[in-house]
T-cell receptor, first 114, second 113 residues
Framework: GENVEQHPSTLSVQEGDSAVIKCTYS??????FPWYKQELGKGPQLIID?????GEKKDQRIAVTLNKTAKHFSLHITETQPEDSAVYFC?????????????FGAGTQVVVTP | DSGVTQTPKHLITATGQRVTLRCSPR?????VYWYQQSLDQGLQFLIQ???????AKGNILERFSAQQFPDLHSELNLSSLELGDSALYFC????????????FGPGTRLLVL
């Protein structure tokens, strides 16, 4: 089955700097890659997603890039703010037989220090 | 607020007991997914229902079962509970199922003593 690896496990950045989280996936059939932000005591919240027919997507300070050949995708957060502190999860999904089942990475704890 | 509701928020029970977790999907969503989040296993997919029918199964134990009702709400039943079942249980919903965006509920925190 699909396996998603996520790095780093923790990331500490100064406010205003950029943060980058990287994920790799194993199954080339995967075609949907969402990113979720989880704050303490809350459920994961979708922040951005990308499909395999797109190489890059941006939404304000957040961007995601996808390299299908290398089977990796990355989340970029620019001009980080203290409210960006949370755990971020990448995930991958394929449509062939799994009906949208998401395989999650292990998560990255992001700490933004003022 | 994602529009997905889960009850109860917290549940404390003893080993060997049985509990039922409830999920109401977003209005219009036909698919419901259940995930388990534990410290050592991360977010693990358990099971998916689409319009009342089971569609996909993940690493769900035989002691666990789920169903989706005609009004599309879903229940996850956990029986013969063990200490290791203590975790956060999340429900997510999507419109259909094929790589659709999934929206997560706030979760149910289960503590088995």
């Amino acid at each position: 089955g699909e396996n998603v690896e996520q790095h780093p496990s923790t990331l500490s950045v100064q406010e205003g700097d950029s943060a980058v989280i990287k994920c790799t996936y194993s199954d080339s059939a995967s075609n949907y890659f969402p990113w979720y932000k989880q704050e303490l005591g809350k459920g994961p919240q979708l922040i951005i997603d990308i499909r395999s027919n797109v190489g890059e997507k941006k939404d304000q300070r957040i961007a995601v890039t996808l390299n299908k050949t290398a089977k990796h995708f990355s989340l970029h957060i620019t001009e980080t703010q203290p409210e960006d502190s949370a755990v971020y999860f990448c995930a991958a999904s394929m449509t062939t037989d799994s009906w949208g089942k998401l395989q999650f990475g292990a998560g990255t704890q992001v700490v933004v220090t003022p | 607020d994602s529009g997905v509701t889960q009850t109860p928020k917290h549940l404390i029970t003893a080993t060997g007991q049985r509990v039922t977790l409830r999920c109401s999907p977003r209005s219009g969503d036909l698919s419901v997914y259940w995930y388990q989040q534990s410290l050592d296993q991360g977010l693990q997919f358990l099971i998916q229902y689409y319009n009342g029918e089971e569609r996909a199964k993940g690493n769900i134990l035989e002691r666990f079962s789920a169903q989706q009702f005609p009004d599309l709400h879903s229940e996850l039943n956990l029986s013969s509970l063990e200490l290791g079942d203590s975790a956060l249980y999340f429900c997510a919903s999507s419109v259909a199922g094929l790589s659709e965006t999934q929206y997560f509920g706030p979760g149910t925190r289960l503590l088995v003593l």
